[in-house]
């Protein structure tokens, strides 16, 4: 269990904080490090937070410069203390992954990071992708950094062991689709196999994925002899056309003298402050899957063993299946730390070394390799990307005549339908291209019936009033932070009126704003009666367009989702034991009010939690 305790403003009261540094506890931990607006900026772990944490303010000038930099943001810091190091290691790499302090390394966008699912507490799952595994009792695999590799992953694993894909509104039909007839789904919506066969088939599946290809090959070659022994012929032909399409692609995994362990290998590659780590992971000794992490954070001042001490425990904090050896191009400092750690989550021993011979120095050496590969390309295209879009913002700046290349653009967007569920967009785009984690939506609270330009002003209100407040000092997330220099609204000089009211009593009547009209695709500006027209072929144009299509696909998706909520919740609202849950079960079950109008009181009762007095009341409510 973890405490808590914190320090007093660095700034402000230094003999106070001496104290406090006196009195920090012997015990191992966690610290924070925390700017004047109270983000954090750094998080670091200790055996000895008494002997670690003061070491950043009695010697700063001995730190390396990088260290420096930091040590000169602090304003406040936060410390966590934990019943051992290990503890430490893991709270260490949860808050890193939680804050993405400025100055630690760290993973990019580890986020956006995809997982297999499958399901195993339903009767008849599908295999999706999600974002982030869960702890619902289903299997997961991942993480995954490729999202075209991994659905061509599920693609080959469809071939070789059919599953569903149908919603669950399709699957309620009861009938075969296409996919059936393609062989790529056993149609068990039809009853053509029992849940038995299904999860049989799941199992199958997750040997695939587990990278034991030889189990599978096994399972399926005995499947395949008893279809044909039982005279059950175009049974025995599937299992056959199976089994070649697995053992096709386990020969091309197959690696020699790697035995039947299972391992991973890091590979690393470095240039100009970014770093890429190239996984390999070897299951019962075939390289079942390899994937690509970006680092950002990093410092030139850093060896090659600080950027992998800081990555594994990171990847190993996300990834679903432990190996029993890691293998590594340097040495890492908590390697012990490391090794007790997985070793407790994976149930048996785990090594971390460095290998000094053989095919897995071989295998170690090709997956640096391919990191510098993977380097170089992504060098290449920033490169090229940055020359492109420096020229694009300048031809922008000098078409629209702006003071300055517009570095950061918004655009806002209002969607309804006769002032009803009334939402507002806000996309941003930075040098460029498409920043979504800034993206933002409004639902508008102060405005009644249709009524467009006040929903954008209560909108513009909102966002640059939370930039104000930060202005004052008062924390607030990024997306509120800056200001734009280039602001665009969807819409002609009826919509720019009513932005400039708002944005001119707020002091930020400089930001150039211009209504973008879709119909002429013209830019009108403040105090011009004329419009400007950028030429039809313009990647000027292009850019201002993509800006403000990408804010009316944001207002119109967020519009869709408020719209369904509000008339499903609608509908439904007052039934006595329908709560939220079970609400959400009736939509995924029968896909809309209308449909579940139209099913019978059994029907409804089919429906996980909705008992008969429930689905009556809902039958008389509709």
Known sequence: MATTTRAAPILERPDYLRERLKALPESPGVYLMRDLQARVIYVGKALSLRNRVPNYFHASSLLPEHIQAMVERIYDFEVLT????????????????????????????????????????????????????????????????????????????????????????????????????????????AGFQSREEYHGQLAQIALFLDGKSDQLVKQLRQQMLGASQTLEYESAARYRDRLEAIETMAQRQKMQALGKLDQDLFGLARADGQAIVKVFNVREGQLSGSENFELTGLNALQSDADVLNAFVPQYYTSATHIPREVFVPAPLQDAAVVEQWLTERRGSRVSVRIPQRGKQRQLLAQAAANAQET???????????????????????????????????????????????????????????????????????????????????????????????????????????????????????????????????????????????????????????????????????????????????????????????????????????????????????????DSIRNASVDDLMTVKGVTRPVAVAIKEML
């Open 82 to 189: 934990t019943a051992n190091e290990k503890e430490a290691l893991v709270l260490e790499n949860t808050l890193i992954k939680r804050y993405r302090p400025r100055f630690n390394i760290r993973l990019r966008d580890d986020k956006n990071y995809l997982y297999i699912k499958l399901p195993l507490k339903e009767d008849f799952p599908r295999i999706y992708m999600v974002r982030r595994p869960g702890t619902d009792g289903s299997r997961y695999w991942g993480p995954y950094t490729n999202a075209l590799a991994l659905r061509n992953t599920l693609k080959t694993v469809r071939r070789v062991v059919p599953y569903r894909t149908c919603t669950d509104h399709e699957f309620a039909l009861h009938r075969p689709c296409f996919y059936y007839h393609l062989k790529l789904c056993t149609a068990p919506c």
């Open 375 to 593: 380097m170089r390309s992504l060098r290449i295209k920033l490169d090229y990307d940055a020359e492109r879009t420096a020229s694009l913002l300048q031809d922008l700046q000098s078409k629209l005549e702006l003071p300055a290349p517009p570095d950061r653009i918004e655009c806002y967007d209002i969607s309804n339908i006769q002032g009803k569920h009334p939402v507002g967009s806000m996309v941003v785009f930075e040098q460029g291209r498409p920043k979504p984690a800034h993206y933002r939506h409004f639902r508008i609270k102060s405005v009644m019936g249709a009524n467009d330009f006040a929903m954008l002003q209560e909108v513009l209100r909102r966002r640059f009033g939370r930039y104000a407040r930060t202005e004052e000092g008062v924390p607030q997330e990024p997306s509120f932070s800056r200001i734009p220099q280039l602001l665009l609204i969807d819409g002609g000089k009826g919509q720019l009126s009513a932005a400039r009211e708002v944005l001119e009593p707020l002091g930020l009547g400089a930001i150039p704003t211009f209504g973008l009209a879709k119909e002429q695709e013209e830019l009108f500006r403040p105090g011009h009666s004329d419009p400007i027209r950028l030429p039809m072929d313009s990647p000027a144009l292009f850019l201002v367009q993509r800006v403000r299509d990408e804010a009316h696909r944001f207002a119109i998706t967020f519009h869709r989702v408020v719209r369904r909520k509000d008339t499903f919740a609608s509908a439904l609202d007052g039934v006595t034991g329908l709560g939220p849950v079970r609400k959400r079960a009736l939509l995924r079950a029968f896909g809309s009010v």
